[in-house]
C-alpha cells in the first residue's frame, strides 16, 4: 500500500505563486510516475502535470510555462511550483502515484489541497 499527502494550498491573488509538494509513503516501485491533476467546482478532475522517476514531464497546454513539475526520488516527493496563478486556477489539487510495469495496479490518490487565486 503507498500513502499519499498534498502540502502547500491555500490563497494567493491573481499572478502570485504556491508551491504544492506530495509525499508518497509505503510500498514504493522505485519505477513510477507521480502526478497532479486538480478538480474545479463542477468540474471534471482534469490532469495539470505528471513526472516519471527518470524525470521526463508532461504538462496540460492551460499551465505549460507557468507550472513545473519536479521530483526528489530520495523522499518519495514531488513538488508544483505554480507562477503566474489565474483564477481559473482554482481548485482543489489532486496528486497521485502510480508504479509503472505493474498492470492492474490502481493509482494512489492523495486527499487533496485547496488552491484559491483571487482576482
Known amino acids: 500500500q503507498v500513502q499519499v499527502v498534498e502540502s502547500g494550498g491555500g490563497l494567493v491573488q491573481a499572478g502570485g505563486s504556491l508551491r504544492l509538494s506530495c509525499a508518497a509513503s509505503?510500498?514504493?516501485?522505485?519505477?513510477?510516475?507521480m502526478g497532479w491533476h486538480r478538480q474545479a467546482p463542477g468540474k471534471q478532475r482534469e490532469l495539470v502535470a505528471t513526472?516519471?522517476?527518470?524525470?521526463?514531464?508532461t504538462y496540460a497546454d492551460s499551465v505549460k510555462g507557468r507550472f513545473t513539475i519536479s521530483r526528489d526520488n530520495a523522499k518519495n516527493t514531488v513538488y508544483l511550483q505554480m507562477n503566474s496563478l489565474k483564477p481559473e486556477d482554482t481548485a482543489v489539487y489532486y496528486c497521485?502515484?502510480?508504479?509503472?510495469?505493474?498492470?492492474?495496479?490502481?493509482?494512489?490518490w492523495g486527499q487533496g489541497t485547496q488552491v484559491t487565486v483571487s482576482s
Open positions: 497521485n502515484y502510480r508504479p509503472l510495469g505493474r498492470p492492474g495496479t490502481l493509482p494512489s
Open positions: 513526472i516519471l522517476s527518470s524525470g521526463e514531464t
Open positions: 509505503g510500498s514504493i516501485f522505485s519505477i513510477n510516475v
